[in-house]
């Protein structure tokens, strides 16, 4: 069941669609933008575990910054909030933000105060329990009304802990 | 954005030692499951004030008529316009500050406005009437509702035994955020229907974020007893705003007594604090009751929902802090600086409106006629209702402080026009 | 808290390519060292309208007396009601909303109140003075203030040439923000003496933080006209707020003008932002006027100030999205919604003082006299100046919504009681 997720721009794509464009974009076949793009700003570093390779991007050194300070400093880099942790989630995640940041990046088409996206939030959010599901297992998951399965947003509360940026 | 509807795989995170049913009305038997949230729920019984809020703990020499050793103060005594306000009226005898969730059937049942005969809708906010109203209906809640309603206060009490407890807020299955009160499930589909929401159900299509608001919104709003079946009402039809519910009532044409001083016919606004904070900024930011009344604690390696609800000033750290990062002196210091600046127009709004009782009642002694008075009177329900519609409300301004500023000087107004009405000029405004 | 760390890291390193000195207050020539700062200062003259703020350009057929071919709209216009309240004063004649600080010295120069004649001390906060009052007092600019002050406005305008300009708010050598306005140096240390902070120089004193606003608060504040002197001075000794500026003018015997409609001493308020923003919860934390009005922009590698000094709301990424993490739209209808209502609350006032004037006018013609109106007179100075103060303030009551409210709330009540001493039935309350 592919999962429906939307662009920043409002489209619709399914991720497996969206895969598709990315692995056509990453595995060359095109010689274009989105390879020259990746390579010239460095999406590669989406590729790693390090921080140091976010902060490549200039524009991710408010957070490698504040991250440094923060609480999660000593604990969690930023790939272990902002990226899944299943092989092609991983993959799939980090191609993806890798793609869309580097485009963003050379075409400087992005906001000055970049804000995370349902995509990214909906990550960082399963990462949080991943770490901390022991503390958080009797608040969450607790069936919302209807039976439905609905957790209590962390980064509501909690926005800071990774770089208060 | 979207992220509460973030989807999980359900665990079921809870390890039972008895069973509990979804006829079980007493919280000790769900307490042995949840033993901190029940310890917790017991602690609303303390009494810690707060400079506006809280609830301080005055000795009383129990009577026959009342066995309380222990009340709140009397508003009565600390806001001495509110007696001239509702002259005439059961309020005028017997008000308090309100205090801990452990104390609402009692209080209800040894308040002097119960001299006059109440209903048994009353019943309805300030006890565990879910299993109650399920028997009464032979299973079917709306049915029990009707019957509730319907019999007197003293005989309605007999059929509860605990004040809201565990089952009034949660599924006793998967422990889910529920609403069992028929009032609040006919009262917020109206209010949705006014936003062109049909068909609202509220226990289906609420989220879990909007339950953590709405489970209290079954009693913390404005109400009236709707026809000789006394059936509990929330006047929402036209919206959640004081406006909406004024104009509400005169469509259907309700009174809640005649003001004694003045004959006016009046209406009683009681603890909007669903509908007030719907109007401020943290409702528009998605931060709900639980968030602020209800924060998480740590209790060992796990965090747990504080059951002991609360003024938040008494634990701002929890409550305040994770998303306000500064010092509890600085936060409690904003809360304070915002209801102190309301409350003292509160006091401009209430000597605005007893001066217009003042006046009506000096006219009416000099033989001025029901006509002469009437259109005063439309001033004095109109100014009497708002300024009381804020000041019941019990965060002082703190939900919703521009709305609540805007109601007060609405008020004044009204009050204003009022003594001008009765000298016969009328202002080009009106 | 450390909203604001990150900006402190946002420092430059000065490429200089022509020299600068404490003489230098042609913009540019500062340009060449700060193009991008020198560009962004010259974007003001652009005319954007907001729903509430910015400015729509009207075209105008250029006179003889007024060359302008775009102005601003006339609020005299847009709300009819300010005719009313400014009845004889020059305001009456001509007040537009206000525009980017580009047509600073033009709006000045050619609006209809030049019609009377005005003082030099106009020109404090409409031009680049520094440099002419350094020049006129040798060195010492508070001589060159008084000197300043002292001749006519066709004068002193003579002596400038540019309107705000980096020398008003920068030091030449460090590029530091530093108070270049007496006005305000003797305003701030007057309403700092009245918190017990003795001696205040602001310059020497104050954080870098507070130099953010105060740079501002040079001109977005009210003042008066001190003395046959006309001294230019902020009514700030009993503190920032409107109760405090109204006891001061009190005090010192003050008044604007006599209402021609009721013969009544008027006081006029014009746009005290500084002293909204210092009731508002933005203030309480910390947030400064540069913060939202200035927002650091990305330029390259570089986060610089946007010196195109204007409305937030055309840039709300910039200016609200670095403290909260929503959507522009979001952001927008929040500050749109606390304007909706401020707005009409002002309607309500407006209405009210009107109604005054109109009752004062028609006893006066009945032939009432001085003495009878004497009490009317007070509360009609009082109304006019509450709620001229909230609505000359130019947020629409963004900067302190409730404080607004509130304010109004009281200019309703003064409008109505003076109403009822016409009617010669003192309320209890007063
Ligand atoms: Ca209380
Ligand atoms: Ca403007």
Redesign the pocket.
Known sequence: MPRVLLTRHGRIITGIGLLYVLVAVLIGAATGLGLFTFGYADGAAYLTNDPAACANCHVMREQFDAWVKSSHGKFATCNDCHAPHNFLGKYYCKSRNGFFHSLAFTTGNFPDQIQMHEYNQGVVEENCRRCHSQLTHEIDPLPGPNGKVESNSCIRCHSTVGHDS | TDIFEHKQEARLPFVRVVEVTDDTSDPAIWGQNFPQQYDDYLKTADMVQTSY???EAVPHLPTADDPRDVV?KSKLQTIPQLKRMWAGYAFSKDFR???GHAYMLTDQLYTERQKVVQPGTCINCHASTYTAMKEMGAGDIMVGFDKLNAMPYMEAKEHVSHGVACIDCHDAETMALRVTRPAFIEGIAAAKASEGIADYDVNKMATRQEMRTYVCAQCHVEYYFKGDKKRLTYPWKNGLTVDGAYEYYDEVGHNDWTHAETGAPMLKAQHPEFEMWSQGIHAKSGVTCADCHMPYKRVGGMKVSDHHVR?PLLNVNNSCGTCHKRGDEDLIARAEGIQTRHRNLVEVALDALVDLIDDIKAAKDAGATDAELAEAWEFQRRASFYVDYVEAE?SSGFHADQEAARILGESINYSRLGQMALRKIKPSSE
Do not use: A, I, P
Request: proline share 0%; no cysteine.
């Open positions: 809020g809280g609830s709140s500050e309100e205090r003024s019990n």
